[in-house]
Each structure stands twice: as structure tokens, then as C-alpha cells.
Nanobody
Framework: QVQLVESGGGLVQAGGSLRLSCAAS????????MGWFRQAPGKEREFVAA????????YYADSVKGRFTISRNNAKNTMYLQMNSLKPEDTAGYYC?????????????????????WGQGTQVTVSS
């Protein structure tokens, strides 16, 4: 069983940047696609970005495309989300997740049910 721990959230002004990290422990996630989701109060969980096991394929929600960058360092068993040009509507709890099955090379059609391990989340608040 893998444990995922997010960090890097906080309060930032609109237009600012944050870098989220997702550290995995318990087993390696280097052969698993991973993703970021977010959930704002009163709203449903929303897909943000996903990355294949090798890092060679990524996919973004339209709302963050061009502003957020997902990456991973398999040697460190860690995934990242660089968030630039943040907007108040980006305010949410951000959660990382690991794919249920290994060696997925394309991530464009993943949804939340494809992910079997989840972190506890880190809060991102963007002030206007």
C-alpha cells in the first residue's frame, strides 16, 4: 500500500505561484501514472492534471492548461505541480493520486476512478 503526502500549499495573491509536491512512501510509484485533483468547498472534485509513469505523457484540464505544469522525479518517488498565474478560482484543496494499474503510457482518458491511492490534500488559497 502506498502512502501519498502532499505539501507546498498556502496563501498566495492572484498572479503568484506555488509548487506542490506529492511524496510517496510504502512502495515505489515509478511504474504508475499519477495525477492531481482539486476540490473547492461545495463543489465536486475536479481533475487538474495527470502524468504517465515515465513522465513522457501529460494531460491538463482546460482551466489550468498553460499555467500549471505537472512533473515527476521517479528517483525521489515524488510528483510535482508547478502553478503559475494563479487565480482566485484556483482556490481549493489539492490532492495527489496514483493509478490503480502500472505502465499506463497515455493519461488523457483517466478519471478519478482509475486512481486507487490518494493523499490527504494540501490547501491552496488565492486572494484577489
Amino acid at each position: 500500500q502506498v502512502q501519498l503526502v502532499e505539501s507546498g500549499g498556502g496563501l498566495v495573491q492572484a498572479g503568484g505561484s506555488l509548487r506542490l509536491s506529492c511524496a510517496a512512501s510504502g512502495r515505489t510509484v515509478s511504474s504508475y501514472a499519477m495525477g492531481w485533483f482539486r476540490q473547492a468547498p461545495g463543489k465536486e472534485r475536479e481533475f487538474v492534471a495527470a502524468i504517465s509513469w515515465s513522465g513522457g505523457n501529460t494531460y491538463y484540464a482546460d482551466s489550468v492548461k498553460g499555467r500549471f505544469t505537472i512533473s515527476r522525479n521517479n528517483a525521489k518517488n515524488t510528483m510535482y505541480l508547478q502553478m503559475n498565474s494563479l487565480k482566485p478560482e484556483d482556490t481549493a484543496g489539492y490532492y495527489c493520486a496514483a493509478d490503480r494499474r502500472p505502465w499506463r503510457s497515455t493519461v488523457g482518458e483517466l478519471n478519478a476512478t482509475d486512481f486507487g491511492s490518494w493523499g490527504q490534500g494540501t490547501q491552496v488559497t488565492v486572494s484577489s
